[in-house]
């Protein structure tokens, strides 16, 4: 017997992509005769893609659709995916089928044969320009770091048995970063390598500033080194003034004492910057700390569309 297959499109201003998504979608999978659903989470768009998630909602039963009060972003949106899902499993993909469909049954396979969680691992990382390349690439390689998970080659393409998603929807963080917490709860998993496509339309919904916030947001929420790294400093700093200190004592004692403005500015500088960075980092983990007590909710779901889904 055929299991029950979700599959989560989250979409922000994807108009036009929605129809192409689900009709590509709805054919692969159709042809596989895996028995599935398509949820389409519209995570506050601008345009007309709810519009079309609901014609499409309207002209294809698989078709489930919910839309957010406003731009959560995607983590947000892939989280409701699994809220709403009713599969005994779910894939997550892209609405701009930069993710290839086809994968989804070679994915699908694997988890019946036993496997819980099913990575996409990139192969390429599609067209960047090189800017964005090295950020990611830096990004990455810090995360890999603080989580001990690599994630260099880690995607959101991914399928999650429904123990999984259960595990992932208790999970109260705000802020958590989907890629590295799927990997985190363990489970049996495996890796399904596939090759980043082109846009089918329109653009990328990531801009430098999103980006940088994304990579700050997600290296705090996995790790605490930030804030070590402070606590070196602030020992490399002390012994620096211990060496120097011992200096100016030895001039002072021997009569050299000369102006010694040089030290003492250097000296003033220094401390001065890295008291500075050390309250940044650690108001920047209040900050999160604050965000997560809050516990407000990670979206607000406006309306839906299709056969009645309800939210776990
Ligand atoms: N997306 C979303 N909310 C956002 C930004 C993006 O739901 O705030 C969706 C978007 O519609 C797409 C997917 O996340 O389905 C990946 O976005 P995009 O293609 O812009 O990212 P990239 O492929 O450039 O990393
Ligand atoms: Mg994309």
């Known amino acids: 017997m055929n299991k029950l297959l979700s599959i989560i499109v989250p979409a922000y201003n994807e108009e036009g992509m929605v129809s192409i998504a689900a009709g590509e979608i709805s054919r692969i999978i159709g042809q596989a005769k895996i028995p599935f659903e398509i949820l389409f989470v519209d995570d506050g768009s601008k345009d007309g893609t709810w519009q079309d998630i609901k014609k499409a909602a309207e002209e294809n039963e698989h078709i489930y659709g919910i839309r957010f009060s406003r731009n959560f972003g995607k983590e947000s949106a892939m989280f409701a995916g699994l809220g709403y899902a009713k599969g005994d499993c779910c894939v997550l993909i892209d609405c701009d089928l930069q993710h290839p469909v086809e994968k989804i049954i070679e994915m699908y396979h694997l988890w019946e044969q036993g496997y819980e969680v099913v990575e996409g691992i990139k192969t390429n990382r599609g067209k960047e320009n090189p800017f964005h390349a090295l950020a990611a690439k830096m990004f990455y390689a ?20 429904r123990k999984v998603v259960d595990v992932l929807l208790t999970m109260k963080e705000r802020n958590a970063f989907f890629r590295a917490l799927s990997s985190w709860v363990g489970f049996k998993s495996t890796t399904v390598e596939f090759e980043v ?15 940088s916030k994304y990579a700050l947001t ?8 930030p ?54 980092i650690i108001g920047y983990y209040i900050a999160r700390i604050y965000d997560e007590i809050k516990e407000r909710p990670r979206y607000i779901v406006a309306e839906s569309c299709g056969e009645k889904h309800d939210e776990k």
């Open 142 to 161: 810090m995360i890999s770091k603080a989580s001990k998970i690599d994630m260099s080659n880690a995607s959101d393409f991914k399928l999650l048995d």
């Open 218 to 225: 997600n290296i705090s929420s996995f790790s605490t080194a």
């Open 197 to 211: 496509r082109e846009r089918v339309m329109g653009t990328s919904k990531w801009s430098a500033k999103a980006l």
């Open 227 to 280: 804030m070590q790294i402070v606590t070196i400093l602030g020992v490399m700093m002390l012994l620096a003034s211990l060496v120097l200190g011992a200096i100016a004592l030895y001039q002072k004692l021997t009569g050299l004492a000369l102006d010694g403005f040089t030290t003492v500015i250097l000296i003033q500088l220094f401390s001065g910057s890295i008291m500075m960075i050390s309250l940044g």
